[in-house]
């Protein structure tokens, strides 16, 4: 099947409805009340379940999801309001629960085999925490993430503004693409394919957006439109064009832009990034505006608004781009900062030839055998003792040089950095981000103050390179 093969002359559209939806409802009133003062629990419980990812009336496809929905519930919550989380696994195997980009305390982190144990079937683990930065985030499991998340565990959490801005929709825009067989399940028996570990990663064939193809948006002329657009692919790399629509990005991986980038007219995230947009629908009543996913040079349609025949409220869009205020973190000073380089080895084309793996240096064909064609700084896979050690409250610098042929993107948990170099030259008022995308052959400086405790992994969410060798960890004492 060609990548997001469609037969769109056959297919009817799927509507979505633009309005928000609260946590309750999402979760079909699956919240337990707690004791007095405290938060309800909210229950997420991943299990079997079935999706409608092909056109309306074809067969359902079977998946992993939370709740039974692909995506998993909306969890949109307060800034700062403790939260309480339970996951009740009801999968046949273990997961954990990762909450991507939030600044959390560590143990709540969902790092199995690092901040917990990893949670079996028919068991259950409570994650209690708070959300200090508003934005937007998401969650998805940390144990055989290459796997379940590709099977459909992911959903998103938005933490709401003290004042948020003044929009007629706040729309999810969460963008995955399916690897589907010929007969339209998913395509289990390629799970754990060297081919994929070694090269780009899984890459699918069918796109989703908010887990249905080509979904339609209904909207008014002059509407302003909040898009929060999430990247949840295990690898692929997607842009997006909106037609008819002027844009302005407003925020980087949940979090605000000093000023906003205005006239856009296309988006590049890669996997686990996130990007805030502001739109405003200047078409007239009746108008179909497409978006377009055009990373491979060819335009797939993803998904549409459709103008309604009623004009909107205002009489025309509100003419200032919308700044969001910016969440407090601590700006990183390269004075006195310590630094280590991360070399980026490994993948086919590659021409790494050995590594250390489990305390002892393999060649490259036992290395394979082991599952292992990636490696940072000469060692494949999540070791006993962490990349660097930092103090807490000091600067650190992570310069990755990637030697390989392959992109990477960059993630690093519980904390939210700057780019200050790439290839050499120094950056200036570069925007916060916790995933950055490292090309082929490409040289880039990150800088964070480690200011919050723990252990916190370091990887490379391609999902197959951090499974293969591609991840590792710091601690902040």
Known sequence: MAYYERKITRRRLMTMGVGAVTTAAM???NMRKGWAGEPAVQVLNPGEATAAIYEKGSAPVPVWAYNGSVPGPVLRVGRNQPLHFRLQNDLPQPTSIHWHGIRIDNAMDGVSGMTQVPVAQGESFDYRFSAPDAGTYWYHPHHRSWEQMARGLYGA?????????????????????????????????????????????????????????????????????????????????????????????????????????????????????????????????????????????????????????????????????????????????????????????GGAMGGMQSAMYGGKVLDIRDLVAQGMVWAFNGVAGRTGTPLMTVK??????????????????????????????????????????????????????????????????????????????MITWLEVL
């Not at 399940?185 to 957006?209: E, K, P, Q």
């Not at 040079?297 to 009623?310: L, T």
């Not at 090309?439 to 490379?460: Q, S």
Request: hydrophobic share 40%; glycine share 8%.
């Open 27 to 29: 979760m079909g009133g």
């Open 157 to 345: 959490l938005i933490v709401e503004e003290d004042v948020p801005p003044e929009v007629d929709h706040d729309l999810l825009f969460i963008a995955d693409d399916w690897r589907l067989a010929q007969d339209g399940t998913l395509d289990v028996s390629s799970f754990g394919a060297m081919g994929d570990h070694s090269h780009g990663g899984r890459l699918g064939n069918w796109l989703t957006i908010n887990g249905r193809t080509s979904p339609v948006f209904d909207v008014r002329s002059n509407d302003r439109i909040r898009m929060r657009c999430i990247n949840t692919a295990n690898a692929r790399i997607m842009s997006f064009r909106f037609d008819g629509m002027t844009g302005h990005l407003v925020a980087l991986d949940g979090q605000p832009l000093a000023a906003p980038r205005t006239g856009l007219t296309e988006i590049t995230l890669s996997p686990a990034q996130r990007v805030d947009l502001i739109l405003d629908v200047t078409a007239k009543p009746g108008a179909r505006l497409a978006v377009w996913e055009v990373s491979t040079g060819q335009a797939y349609e993803a998904a549409s608004f459709q103008v309604g025949e009623q004009p909107g409220e205002r009489q025309q869009p509100i003419p200032d781009p919308v700044i969001l205020q910016a969440n407090v973190l601590a700006v990183p000073s390269l004075d006195n900062a310590v630094g280590i380089d991360l070399l980026m080895e």
């Open 392 to 469: 807490r409250g000091q600067t650190a610098v992570i310069n990755m040089i990637n030697q390989t042929s392959w992109p990477h993107a960059m993630h690093l948990h519980g904390h939210h950095f700057k780019v200050v170099e790439r290839n050499g030259r120094a950056t200036e008022g570069a925007p916060w981000r916790d995933t950055e995308l490292v090309e082929a052959n490409e040289r880039v400086a990150i800088a964070f103050v480690a200011d919050n405790p723990g252990k916190w992994l370091f990887h490379c969410h391609m999902l197959e390179h951090q499974a293969a060798g």
